[in-house]
């Protein structure tokens, strides 16, 4: 199975996140949802890669 790489950027304070998962989708709504400690506090996130 493959792995992604992927750069998140914060709508709140423009800080960026990089990351690796093996499903892209399931992840970004675990960032966006606040269930990733790493970027809770940063609310809603835009992947830039």
């Given at each position: 199975?493959?792995?992604?790489?992927?750069v998140?950027q914060?709508?709140?304070?423009?800080?960026?996140?990089?990351?690796?998962?093996?499903?892209?989708?399931?992840?970004?709504?675990?960032?966006?949802?606040?269930?990733?400690?790493?970027?809770?506090?940063?609310?809603?996130?835009?992947?830039?890669?």
């Amino acid at each position: 199975m493959c792995y992604y790489t992927y750069v998140l950027q914060s709508e709140r304070d423009g800080k960026l996140y990089a990351g690796f998962t093996k499903d892209l989708k399931l992840r970004l709504e675990k960032h966006n949802k606040s269930f990733v400690e790493s970027t809770k506090d940063r609310v809603s996130q835009a992947c830039l890669l």
